[in-house]
């Protein structure tokens, strides 16, 4: 197939949905030029915003989670659902796309089972080791399924699955390409909660900065704090002395990575993804209440090939985090074999596999 096809991506919720959804949309894009794009989420302005940067149409419908919510809230999910499913068909008869691919989300459902009524080829991405509630539901009802970790696959019909890994937006594996950063340039650590911040992240990795270790006087810091917390880690950078850049959100990931020559991060899939791409360690520090424990398993298969290490959030100190970092930033050596362990893991072309795997279902879908 060489003409440009109109292509109906759906998810949402954190920027771990929403970046694969664009890395995918580009390597369609750039496969097939002239090809259409129209992004369903969830209405939230995070989503629309992000996506409108890189130019793509976007439309949401209503919808809400039905895991882990109290009555209420499950009640309130469940009447909205026939809703969500109206507006969802009514987004697919007016923009007629030739495949659905969902990223993840409770926004996927409605979309994917409106998409499954009008019997579109449909492809879901699921981003996590777990995989999320919506996901799980739709394996058994769409075309491919395509994982970013090997074992997934046990909770899907593995004769739909295919490991492709997690695409990676094309700046970022733009930076993957260019040289290493010159050996003489101060020594940054990167501190990235996700998308939305890490309140415990940003206080553990702020006080490790006020004990006052000699190995710790020269680092510079580039810390993402998400909206609540940070006036006050940078008001706690500023009154130690350290050389901090501090925001709620860094657009431009390429440039803060490139700067990295080590991270504290939670543990999303896409977050992770991204640092194996460009061979970045990390220490992680999986986020306690995510769904199925996900970012711990996600971790896991990071730290099994000496990427990363990882602690876990109840267990960690401001101390023990302070020591460790002074450990890697006293041993480059050690700091580059973990880079190159973390790049072991990494899937640049996941992006190109699920395109390939989309192509090959309208291939096999009979044209009406």
Same mark, same amino acid.
């Given at each position: /197939? ?14 771990? $949905? ?17 090809t *259409?794009?129209?992004?369903? =989420?969830? =209405?939230?302005? /995070?989503?629309?915003a ?19 919510? +109290? ?19 009514? $987004? ?11 990223? =993840? ?19 879901? $991405? &699921? ?7 919506? +996901?799980?539901?739709?394996?058994? /009802? ?6 970013? %970790?090997?074992?997934? &696959?046990r ?10 890994? +997690? ?19 101060? %020594? ?8 939305l #911040?890490?309140?415990?992240? !940003? ?11 000699? #190995?710790?006087? !020269?680092i ?10 940070? &006036? ?7 009154? +130690? ?6 925001a ?10 490139? &700067?990295?020559d080590?991270?504290?991060s ?8 991204? %640092? ?21 398993? !996600? ?6 090939? #000496?990427?990363? %290490? ?8 401001? *101390? ?38 989309c192509? =090959?279902?309208?291939? $096999?879908?009979?044209?009406?």
């Amino acid at each position: /197939m060489t003409t440009p096809i109109r292509l109906m991506l759906t998810g949402g919720g954190t920027g771990g $949905h929403l970046f694969p959804a664009i890395a995918t949309a580009e390597a369609m894009c750039e496969r097939l030029p002239g090809t *259409e794009v129209l992004f369903v =989420g969830t =209405g939230r302005r /995070m989503d629309k915003a992000g996506l409108e940067q890189y130019g793509y149409a976007t439309c949401s419908i209503h919808s809400k989670g039905l895991k882990g919510k +109290n009555l209420l809230s499950l009640l309130l999910g469940i009447l909205v659902l026939p809703v969500s499913c109206l507006e969802a068909m009514y $987004h697919i008869l007016r923009f007629k796309p030739d495949i659905v691919v969902g990223v =993840g989300g409770y926004v996927t459902g409605p979309v994917m089972i409106a998409a499954k009524f009008f019997g579109k080829p449909t492809l879901i $991405h &699921e981003q996590n080791s777990i995989p999320g509630l919506a +996901n799980r539901k739709l394996g058994t /009802m769409v075309a491919r399924i395509c994982l970013s %970790l090997p074992g997934s &696959e046990r909770s899907f019909p593995q004769e739909k699955t295919v490991l492709t890994g +997690n695409p990676v937006r094309s700046e970022i594996l733009k930076l993957s390409e260019s040289g290493d950063s010159p050996d003489d340039k101060p %020594l940054v650590l990167l501190v990235l909660g996700g998308s939305l #911040g890490a309140h415990r992240v !940003n206080e553990l990795v702020s006080t490790a900065f006020t004990l006052g270790l000699s #190995g710790l006087k !020269n680092i510079r810091v580039i810390h993402q704090t998400g909206p609540e917390d940070a &006036e006050e880690v940078e008001a706690i950078y500023k009154r +130690n002395g350290v050389d901090a850049t501090v925001a709620p959100f860094f657009t431009d990931m390429a440039a803060i990575y490139k &700067e990295a020559d080590l991270l504290v991060s939670r543990a999303g899939a896409t977050t992770l993804a991204e %640092l194996a791409v460009l061979g970045k360690p990390a220490l992680l520090i999986p986020y306690p209440y995510a769904a199925d424990n996900h970012q711990e398993k !996600n971790a896991e298969y990071y730290v099994q090939a #000496g990427g990363a %290490l990882m602690f876990v959030e109840r267990d960690l100190t401001a *101390e023990v985090l302070a020591e460790q970092l002074v450990q890697f930033f006293e041993n480059p050596a050690k700091l580059k074999k973990m880079s190159r362990a973390m790049k072991s893991r990494a899937f640049p072309k996941a992006a190109e596999h699920i395109v390939d795997e989309c192509l =090959g279902l309208l291939n $096999h879908t009979p044209q009406p």
